[in-house]
Nanobody
């Protein structure tokens, strides 16, 4: 059984930082594309970042230079370091795993497994 469990969300002021974690069981991260998506109230799920085969990284333009995705193959976990947070980064952040290829890496339909999500609120 595949399980993804996120943690690390919370309330932070604009300009602050948060680090999200996603611990994965049931699959080996090296064999999958791992991604972070987010969904704000009333909006569609949005691609944030992905890492393929624990090596190549992809980012949404809105977070490039501020967010960093990484994996720990020993802990079987994926992380999202978020710096210089903005109010518009407020959303529920979900970790996802799937056999996404380069052309589908930003498409949520390419991911089979999802975590429940963790709330990130950026507010003064």
């Amino acid at each position: 059984q595949v399980q993804l469990e996120e943690s690390g969300g919370g309330l932070v002021q604009p300009g602050g930082s948060l680090s999200l974690s996603c611990v994965v069981s049931g699959i080996t991260l090296r064999s999958y594309s791992m991604a972070w998506f987010r969904q704000a109230p009333g909006k569609e799920r949005e691609f944030v970042a992905a890492i393929r085969w624990a090596a190549t990284k992809y980012y949404a333009d809105s977070v490039k230079g501020r967010f960093t995705i990484s994996v720990d193959n020993v802990k079987n976990a994926v992380y999202l370091q978020m710096n210089t947070l903005k109010i518009e980064d407020t959303a529920v952040y979900h970790c996802a795993a799937g056999r996404a290829i380069v052309s589908t890496i930003r498409n949520p339909d390419a991911y089979n497994y999802w975590g429940q999500g963790t709330q990130v609120t950026v507010s003064s």
